[in-house]
Nanobody, 114 residues
């Protein structure tokens, strides 16, 4: 079992920045890929960015150049640095760990005002 706790969400004006953190505990040795997903009201959950244990990253096109995912294996934590935020980035952001079973955090709200 893996437990995930997200933090760092909040309200920010368009053009601002936020950094999300996701701390993993439990069977952390089994985690391969970690990632961030988001879900806006009335929409399906979508991938934002992923990072493997080896550091390979993947981003959805709309966040490339603005968001950066990183991972500290020693702290069992994954981060999402979000810059140049836009109102369309508003959503609940979820952390996911794959072992290959998928584990989800409880989510953290990000609201970007125009």
């Amino acid at each position: 079992q893996v437990q995930l706790v997200e933090s760092g969400g909040g309200l920010v004006q368009a053009g601002g920045s936020l950094r999300l953190s996701c701390a993993a505990s439990g069977s952390i040795f089994s985690i391969n890929t970690m990632g961030w997903y988001r879900q806006a009201p009335g929409k399906q959950r979508e991938l934002v960015a992923t990072i493997t244990r080896g550091g390979d990253t993947n981003y959805r096109d709309s966040v490339k150049g603005r968001f950066t995912i990183s991972r500290d294996n020693a702290k069992n934590t994954v981060y999402l640095q979000m810059n140049s935020l836009k109102p369309e980035d508003t959503a609940v952001y979820y952390c996911r760990a794959t072992t290959p079973s998928n584990y989800w955090g409880q989510g953290t709200q990000v609201t970007v005002s125009s």
